[in-house]
């Protein structure tokens, strides 16, 4: 459809769902939803399982956990509030080729997944500022204590709360995807006004570039720490190489974790970023839903990353590693 469809005779524009009859009709064809479904399902089944192992083998020493132990929990329990609270309503409204849930329904999936994803994307940043203090500025180790992380979560659920609800309060809103059977936040209110474009900047800022900066300046700071250290580290004993080793191993986890979360949603934030400050309906429907279904597949990635680089730690397997490898199993920083 021409942009200039969606601008009244004041010069106002009128976004898709003020346009439509139906704001909450899928624009996708029958078969597409279907495929789109049954991709969401095998996401949200793989993630709950994944995430909840996870969780339910941290719960067998939570008297035991360490503060990047919780940290590791807490971006679980992130990745799996995504896949309970919110994938059940887009896999019903995939496969019934519409949203059934209204615009309550609406507005509570897009709080949820907001929610939840503030609270993946600031968890990690904590995480790498974790990396960051104990690879670049080793004194950090030796102060950081357990009620360190619970404030830290403290802070990271309230920081999520307060931007999720935001839009609450009448400084924004949640609305329907253009394809119809999603909902999210409405980039499209910067179109309308200067306070719209203002909300949707602070929203930008503080729950994407800002927290992603601070990833991307950690580690660029360890890698260049550990490119400057190797040859140092090769002189020390054997437990403090294996200590290095260790570290660098799960610093590699946590960049990866990080690699996949941003590689998921920085598609969405581009064409998020194009509706409010471009011509959003330059962006065909069909091409809109690719990056809403890889963003939904951000919560499966974790569980996988632990495998494949077989983290051993007493969060993902059972604690009952022999005394030889204790140093591993104490300290999990992913």
């Given amino acids: 459809?021409?942009?200039?469809?969606?601008?009244?005779?004041?010069?106002?524009?009128?976004?898709?769902?003020?346009?439509?009859?139906?704001?909450?009709?899928?624009?996708?064809?029958?078969?597409?939803?279907?495929?789109?479904?049954?991709?969401?399902?095998?996401?949200?089944?793989?993630?709950?399982?994944?995430?909840?192992?996870?969780?339910?083998?941290?719960?067998?020493?939570?008297?035991?956990?360490?503060?990047?132990?919780?940290?590791?929990?807490?971006?679980?329990?992130?990745?799996?509030?995504?896949?309970?609270?919110?994938?059940?309503?887009?896999?019903?409204?995939?496969?019934?080729?519409?949203?059934?849930?209204?615009?309550?329904?609406?507005?509570?999936?897009?709080?949820?997944?907001?929610?939840?994803?503030?609270?993946?994307?600031?968890?990690?940043t904590v995480v790498s500022l974790d990396r960051y203090f104990k690879i670049c500025h080793l004194s950090y180790g030796t102060w950081l204590k357990r009620h360190h992380a619970f404030?830290?979560?403290?802070?990271?659920?309230?920081?999520?709360?307060?931007?999720?609800?935001?839009?609450?309060?009448?400084?924004?809103?949640?609305?329907?995807?253009?394809f119809g059977t999603s909902c999210t936040?409405?980039?499209?209110?910067?179109?309308?006004?200067?306070?719209?474009?203002?909300?949707?900047?602070?929203?930008?800022?503080?729950?994407?570039?800002?927290?992603?900066?601070?990833?991307?300046?950690?580690?660029?700071?360890?890698?260049?720490?550990?490119?400057?250290s190797t040859k140092e580290v090769a002189h020390y004993d054997t437990r403090i190489q294996n200590t290095h080793i260790l570290e660098m191993k799960l610093t590699k986890v946590a960049m990866l974790i990080c690699a996949g979360f941003l590689i998921a949603w920085i598609p969405y934030a581009v064409v998020s970023v194009w509706s409010a400050f471009g011509r959003p309906d330059s962006v065909p429907i069909k091409i809109s839903v690719i990056p809403t279904l890889l963003a939904k597949s951000a919560a499966m990635y974790n569980p996988v990353i632990y495998q494949v680089i077989d983290c051993k730690s007493t969060c993902c397997r059972p604690g009952n590693l022999q005394k030889k490898n204790s140093l591993k199993k104490s300290r999990y920083d992913c």
């Fill in 1 to 124: 459809m021409d942009s200039e469809l969606n601008v009244s005779s004041q010069g106002e524009y009128i976004p898709h769902y003020q346009q439509d009859e139906d704001p909450f009709a899928s624009k996708l064809s029958k078969e597409a939803d279907i495929v789109a479904g049954i991709y969401l399902l095998m996401i949200g089944i793989l993630s709950t399982l994944g995430n909840g192992y996870v969780i339910y083998m941290s719960t067998q020493r939570k008297k035991k956990l360490r503060p990047a132990e919780i940290m590791t929990v807490n971006l679980a329990v992130c990745d799996l509030g995504i896949s309970v609270v919110g994938k059940p309503f887009s896999i019903i409204a995939f496969f019934s080729h519409r949203w059934i849930f209204g615009w309550s329904g609406c507005r509570w999936y897009g709080w949820a997944g907001f929610f939840f994803g503030i609270g993946s994307l600031i968890t990690m």
């Fill in 185 to 228: 936040l409405d980039w499209w209110l910067a179109q309308a006004s200067v306070a719209g474009q203002a909300f949707i900047l602070n929203i930008l800022f503080f729950c994407l570039v800002f927290p992603t900066a601070v990833i991307v300046f950690c580690y660029t700071k360890i890698i260049a720490k550990v490119k400057a």
């Fill in 151 to 178: 404030i830290c979560l403290g802070i990271i659920w309230s920081y999520a709360i307060f931007w999720a609800t935001i839009p609450f309060a009448g400084l924004g809103s949640y609305a329907p995807e253009p």
